[in-house]
């Protein structure tokens, strides 16, 4: 039986993919083969010996000590847009949101429950003007970070009349594919920061993100921009958002990830980390999680990975022998030295490789001895080695 432990509360659609006959799921499982899991922090996690992968369902992998689990042959993958139109629509919310006095007014109108109706109509038409706002027609979004939730919020930023630009210095080729042609190219953030209305975040938190809006690059902001943060909270420096939120220059700051200092502001909508929590995006983030998982277990194939190259190999044989190694020469050939040794015939396979790792598929006719398993694990430039 294979062990999976969940992290998180998996939608069921993801855990019916383990078929139960080999497999056994739990959230208490002390030698797991896999681990599925939402934004449970791994960092503290001491990784049991059998481990081979970690699937994120989601997008985020900050949660995941990718680093580690490179050097430790553990593969991991993460969900690429199986949560974006929730996150998009999200954001189509925060625009309103922030543009228009719906929250406050629903408080106010709230406050009336003991008032008589003869009253209460009066009384909101008197009071309607303190809810006044701006609609976002023939305004601009600035958009940083076009991969998935990105290139769909600037499409629905453009259906809804609004000029889009974005800013995006690693843009992905499909991702550049899927942008629609009216997205203006800003050349750098700072542009991007001074010619928007509305700017809404969609990078990854990585070094390179940490602290991306502060000070420096808030000052910059268009006076009485509304801020988005459906990315994560390292993004924005929480203080100088405080300041800048103080100064009026972002009229606004809509987070998915508040801080303590950010609570109870009426220029701050916080909410709590729940750009992804719709039914269609977990069970679309777990389905494809698992069966990712489900395919690395039994067939040594990678899809979707952010630290392994990916590699599929169709199965043509019942022998399948799966192997990572540093991306240097002569590893390969060493291996099928071994095995031509020991008269083995490999029928199919497949060597990707991405940065300095290099994997590999190879369906052989017969199974190999442990001998040759041994032989291969020796090389020390192998590591994670299965027969599967
Ligand atoms: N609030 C939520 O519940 C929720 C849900 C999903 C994702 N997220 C967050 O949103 C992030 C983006 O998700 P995605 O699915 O669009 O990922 P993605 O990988 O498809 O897109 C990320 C994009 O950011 C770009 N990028 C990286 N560094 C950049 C930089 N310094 N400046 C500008 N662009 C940069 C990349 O080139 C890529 O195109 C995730 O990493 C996660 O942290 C949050
Ligand atoms: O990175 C993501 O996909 C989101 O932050 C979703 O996180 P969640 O799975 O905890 O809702």
Redesign the pocket.
């Known amino acids: 039986m294979y062990k999976i432990r969940t992290y998180n509360t998996i939608a069921i659609e993801g855990l019916d993919q383990f078929p139960r006959d080999r497999y056994e799921v739990a959230s208490e499982i002390a030698e797991p083969d896999g681990i599925l899991l939402r934004?449970a922090s791994l960092h503290e996690l001491e990784f049991p010996k059998g481990l081979k992968a970690i699937a994120r369902a989601?997008?985020?992998?900050?949660n995941v000590p990718v680093q580690r689990c490179t050097e430790q042959g553990i593969v991991v993958f993460?969900s690429?847009?199986?949560?974006?139109n929730?996150?998009k629509e999200?954001v189509m919310a925060g625009l309103l949101l922030s543009s228009r006095g719906i929250y406050a007014g629903m408080n106010f109108a709230a406050g009336m429950a003991n008032i008589s109706s003869d009253e209460m109509g009066p009384m909101m038409e008197a009071q309607k003007k303190q809810f006044k706002g701006q609609e976002l027609m023939g305004k601009t979004l600035g958009v940083?970070?076009?991969?998935?939730?990105?290139?769909?919020v600037a499409n629905m930023a453009l259906n809804m009349g609004m000029n889009v630009i974005g800013?995006?210095?690693?843009?992905?080729v499909d991702?550049a594919w899927r942008l629609p042609s009216q997205v203006q190219k800003a050349e750098n953030?700072q542009q991007l920061l001074g010619r928007s209305d509305y700017v809404t975040?969609?990078?990854?938190?990585?070094p390179?993100?940490q602290n991306?809006l502060n000070k420096d690059t808030l000052a910059t902001l268009k006076q009485g921009a509304r801020v988005l943060?459906?990315?994560?909270g390292s993004?924005v420096n929480s203080a100088d958002m405080i300041e800048a939120l103080d100064a009026g220059t972002v009229a606004c700051y809509v987070t998915?990830?508040p801080e303590p200092g950010l609570i109870n502001r009426t220029d701050v909508l916080a909410?709590p980390?729940?750009?992804?929590?719709t039914s269609e995006?977990e069970a679309n983030c777990a389905i494809m999680g698992a069966q990712q998982l489900v395919e690395f277990i039994e067939h040594g194939n990678i899809r979707n990975s952010v630290n392994f190259p990916n590699c599929e190999l169709e199965r043509t044989t019942a022998h399948r022998l799966c192997f990572a190694n540093q991306n240097v020469p002569k590893v390969l050939s060493h291996v099928l030295n071994l095995l031509a040794e020991q008269n083995l015939n490999v029928v199919d396979m497949l060597n990707k490789s991405r940065d300095n790792i290099a994997y590999n598929i190879l369906d052989l006719e017969t199974a190999p001895s442990q001998a040759v398993l041994d032989a291969i694990a020796d090389d020390e430039q192998v590591f994670h080695l299965r027969s599967i």
């Open positions: 934004s989601g997008a985020g992998v900050n993460n690429p847009g199986a949560n974006a929730a996150v999200l940083i970070g076009l991969g998935a939730i990105g290139s769909n800013f995006d210095p690693a843009i992905s991702a953030i975040l969609h990078v990854p938190a990585i390179a993100t991306l943060n459906f990315a994560r993004i998915d990830f909410m980390h729940i750009g992804a929590s995006a």
